[in-house]
């Protein structure tokens, strides 16, 4: 990643690639999202776990969107009272309880080979639509007055995991579903970020004795509720594109592959783009849009032999 921000191109691939496209990575990522949220997470504890994923998502419907009773707070605590109830006891956090300080990493020449052939090189993908270009769409979206480019966001990416291994970190990204989230349930200034990194410090240096344990007490049904809400913010964006047939078929093509074939943001990304090209050179209809039709020796409709210029297509 640092390579591609130092050679420009991070800033190239973000010109070629079509936002249309990129409405496509964030639909695929919410469509992934959502199906974990109600496949893999909300009905964890069985019947327990579908009530408690009910009542987590009626508290949200009521009060997401009021300013003055955070709705994410009062799911987490929701989730934290099921886990004292049902999971967790006093002896758990005593074990867990103890100061410790990140451990130094050197990594050898082997683990780098290993983590760029296996993790790096098949991660790139994703990085590049979701963390780097859908990212910033994201952040454009929702906040439009704050410039923020591509290589600022991939330097960033590229200096966390430079620093990550040496501290015994695991690999980080930015991600267009974790700015949805944030700004799902209320967050809108870097104020939400640095709670939710202060909560990982907290747990890190006061209970990582016993993590393991502790942070698998919390309630997946709760963790569902966020993912869905989180999803569902990232699939309802494709919506500006519905005025314009060819882009809205393009973004739901690219979404669909993205979240059910192999190595489908990558084939989205490529599939994507060649079709819209295609579609703005006029080499094939744009779907949704008739095709222009002409009888034997008459000019198409709306073409009368004038000197006045034809009308230019809705998606150029």
Not at 75 to 84: E, M, P, T
Request: hydrophobic content about 50%.
């Amino acid at each position: 990643m640092l390579l591609l921000t130092v050679t420009g191109l991070v800033d190239w691939i973000a010109r070629i690639i079509p936002k249309a496209v990129v409405r496509g990575i964030q639909l695929g990522l919410g469509l992934q999202l959502a199906s974990i949220a109600l496949k893999d997470y909300a009905g964890r504890d069985g019947l327990n776990g579908w009530l408690l994923a009910a009542v987590g998502f009626a508290t949200t419907i009521v009060l997401i969107g009021r300013k003055k009773i955070p709705s994410a707070i009062i799911l987490i605590g929701l989730g934290c009272a099921y886990a004292f109830v049902f999971r967790l006891t006093p002896s758990d956090l005593i074990t867990a309880a103890g100061w410790r300080l990140p451990i130094w990493n050197t990594p050898s020449g082997a683990d780098i080979w290993t983590g760029f052939l296996v993790l790096a090189l098949p991660q790139i993908p994703l990085s590049l639509a979701n963390s780097i270009l859908a990212t910033r769409q994201i952040a454009e979206d929702f906040f439009p007055e704050r410039r923020i480019t591509v290589r600022g966001i991939s330097l960033t990416y590229a200096a966390m995991n430079l620093l990550n291994p040496f501290g015994s970190g695991v690999p980080t990204c930015h991600g267009s579903g974790g700015m949805a989230g944030h700004y799902a349930f209320g967050g809108r200034t870097g104020g939400s970020v640095i709670i939710y990194g202060a909560l990982y410090l907290t747990l890190g240096l006061f209970f990582s004795r016993g993590f393991d344990r502790v942070v698998q007490v919390f309630p997946m049904p709760i963790l569902g509720v966020l993912l869905l809400f989180e999803a569902l913010t990232l699939i309802v964006l494709v919506k500006d594109l519905y005025a314009v047939p060819a882009e809205f078929f393009v973004a739901v093509l690219v979404g669909l592959v993205a979240a059910n074939v192999p190595y489908g943001y990558l084939v989205g990304l490529i599939v994507g783009t060649l079709i819209l090209v295609a579609v703005r050179k006029g080499f094939v209809n744009a779907p949704g849009e008739p095709p222009v039709q002409a009888s034997a020796g008459q000019p198409p409709d709306g073409d009368k032999r004038s000197d006045t210029p034809p009308e230019p297509c809705r998606t150029t």
